[in-house]
């Protein structure tokens, strides 16, 4: 088997491993996740109600909410790996990797993808359990619509990441993260054209269409979706470019490991 397959099966069983061995604690995380859409579903449900809006878009809140943790998990699967590998001193033998840096944490995003791939079913079916309403899952359309926008949420995370090894604690500004992403998700990228270029916009926007709208991918058009595809590498890129310049000054000050 190819050393990168067999780097790939190594992350992936770790991860399972943690969720198995950590059970508790992943139930614990999903249910407040769950608890936190009951409170958003409320609220949502109250002032429409107040303000006497017609039309059901208790979908668009499903989809939207869904993809945002798809987002924020991917983002932290990088960012919180890179601090803790750090915190707890071994982040320097990942360095030391025969692989190198980018393609250990590039399998770690595979790996952690279909883990993810697995929780964001279960939030899902939960949450068009809990509001009664369908959207259109078809895989074959979502697919490269989803990997495409994870790809801005991943480059996110290497530049985050790559901050935290020169500054070490960010603590309060990486938690501003996650509401970026809930404004990333609900930028109305369909019909401002300059956000299509900001990480993730583009990509929500298509798949809202395909679980909202019920279109096909062929109905997205060939350029739409290539175009989509380009932003999420450029932004993937980008994140990457950011993280290698924060990697060469943490080296240079020799604090590459230290925490």
Avoid at 63 to 92: C, H, I, P
Avoid at 237 to 255: H, I, S
Wanted: hydrophobic fraction near 55%.
């Amino acid at each position: 088997m190819p050393k990168k397959l067999l780097l790939i099966q190594a992350f992936f069983k770790k991860e399972f491993i943690i969720y198995r061995r950590y059970l508790l604690n992943s139930l614990g995380g999903m249910i407040t996740l769950y608890v936190v859409f009951l409170l958003l579903l409320g609220g949502f449900q109250g002032l429409r109600t107040l303000t006497g809006v017609e039309g059901d878009t208790v979908e668009g809140l499903v989809v939207g909410y869904v993809l945002w943790f798809f987002m924020l998990s991917t983002y932290q699967d990088v960012s919180y790996a890179l601090r803790n590998e750090a915190k707890e001193g071994t982040l320097e033998q990942l360095y030391m990797s025969v692989h190198g840096i980018g393609w250990v944490m590039g399998a770690k995003v595979v790996a952690a993808f279909f883990i993810n791939l697995m929780l964001v079913a279960v939030l899902l079916m939960a949450a068009l359990v809990t509001t009664g309403v369908t959207v259109n899952v078809d895989l074959f359309s979502l697919f490269p619509l989803v990997v495409g926008t994870l790809l801005g949420s991943v480059g996110i995370g290497f530049a985050i990441g790559g901050i935290t090894l020169v500054l070490k604690r960010i603590d309060s500004y990486t938690q501003m993260v996650q509401f970026l992403l809930i404004a990333l998700v609900a930028a109305p990228a369909g019909r401002v054209m300059w956000i299509r270029f900001l990480p993730c916009s583009y990509g929500s926007n298509l798949i809202a269409q395909v679980m909202v709208g019920g279109q096909h991918i062929t109905q997205l058009g060939l350029g739409n979706v290539t175009a989509m595809l380009f932003i999420g590498i450029g932004h993937l890129g980008l994140g990457y470019g950011v993280y290698k310049l924060c990697e060469r000054k943490a080296m240079v000050q020799g604090t590459l490991g230290h925490y």
